[in-house]
């Protein structure tokens, strides 16, 4: 009898932990509401296929030669990124004419010369201390042996090009009055390919206290499709949105659902994915500082870390489209009333 006892005891409470844990994933659902949605659809619109192309065709181009760490090609890229925002009239955090976090790359890799992370700030109207930054790295490959260059026009232009379109876009609601918030650090990082040092770098040098970044959304390759999706392209792969924060999961799934219905693509998320995507881009450093990630991702293609790698094999359409869906997040995140919840 006492044994019985203990057992129906057992279960009462097994049952009360697991519907408890759906409580909780309910009432973070349903403390979800979307900022704007009328002013997030204007201003995300602001961003098109055109200017995305006409960013990508310059910055994936024979003169920024392959865009190596340390080299004039990569300095000549950083100088584009940085001349679009003067002439947007987006700040640096740094200074008024300094757009550039110089990172020592020689602490981390002594065969590459130094370089530079890219920088520009949009400060928040209500809480200006709170950061979200949005990265994507400039860096690629560089010039082969034999000349050829790796233009990296998926990898990693078309993150590049996205973050100076968002930017852009959150500029113009801050001149109409609608400006975020919380800040927005728009982060060009450097020496991805060499080992995620210009990330490391910037989480061991931050500009702003890390414990007051409350997300980094992280793009690596957006302009392409990969084998698995030929048949249906309205896709993109999400990575590490619940590892430390599953409000930062169900967020991002109602963005998507509320205005552009891709197909959010966990597979790369699995913690036993062989392929340990999670690990392998800018994200992972502010991952591994509790910081709640969202590496937004193609997949691998035929030209991946090839000379084939250029802009006009980019899909713009779908470019645009995951471009929108990140900024629509980004815009909640640094609007919603409580700051982003970090663990269960």
């Not at 979800?32 to 910055?59: C, G, M, V, W």
């Not at 042996?145 to 959150?170: C, K, P």
């Not at 698995?228 to 799934?253: F, T």
Request: net charge negative.
């Amino acid at each position: 009898m006492k044994f019985l006892f203990c057992v129906s005891v057992l279960s009462i409470v097994g049952s009360c932990a697991t519907l408890s844990s759906k409580e909780r994933i309910q009432n973070i659902k349903d403390g979800i509401s979307i900022e704007q949605p009328q002013r997030i659809q204007k201003y995300a619109n602001t961003i098109t296929s055109d200017e995305l192309k006409e960013h990508l065709y310059k910055f994936a181009s024979k003169e920024f030669q392959g865009r190596q760490v340390g080299t004039k090609g990569h300095r000549l890229a950083a100088s584009y990124i940085k001349d679009f925002y003067l002439s947007e009239n987006i700040p640096s955090p740094i200074s008024d004419t300094d757009y550039y976090q110089e990172v020592d790359i020689k602490e981390y890799d002594s065969n590459y010369n130094n370089s530079e992370n890219v920088v520009a700030f949009i400060e928040g109207s209500e809480k200006p201390n709170e950061i979200l930054i949005v990265s994507a790295h400039l860096d690629h490959e560089g010039i082969d042996d034999n000349g050829n260059i790796y233009f990296g026009a998926d990898d990693d232009g078309s993150g590049t090009v996205a973050l100076l379109e968002m930017a852009q876009a959150f500029n113009q609601a801050k001149k109409d009055g609608y400006g975020p918030k919380r800040s927005i650090l728009f982060l060009h990082l450097t020496a991805e390919e060499i080992g995620l040092h210009g990330s490391r770098y910037y989480v061991n040098n931050p500009i702003f206290p890390l414990e007051n970044t409350i997300s980094n959304l992280n793009i690596d390759m957006i302009g392409r499709v990969d084998k698995i999706h030929n048949e249906n392209p309205n896709y993109v792969y999400i990575i590490g949105d619940d590892r430390l924060s599953k409000e930062l999961h169900y967020i991002s799934e109602k963005i998507n659902d509320t205005f552009y219905n891709l197909n959010l693509d966990y597979k790369y998320n699995d913690e036993n994915d062989h392929h340990r995507y999670y690990y392998r881009s800018d994200h992972y450093n502010f991952a591994s500082r509790n910081i709640p990630v969202i590496f937004y991702f193609n997949g691998e293609h035929e030209d991946y870390h090839r000379i084939t790698d250029t802009p006009d094999k980019i899909n713009y359409p779908i470019l645009e489209t995951r471009t929108r869906l990140i900024f629509a997040t980004a815009w909640q995140l640094a609007n919603q009333e409580k700051r982003l919840a970090v663990g269960q």
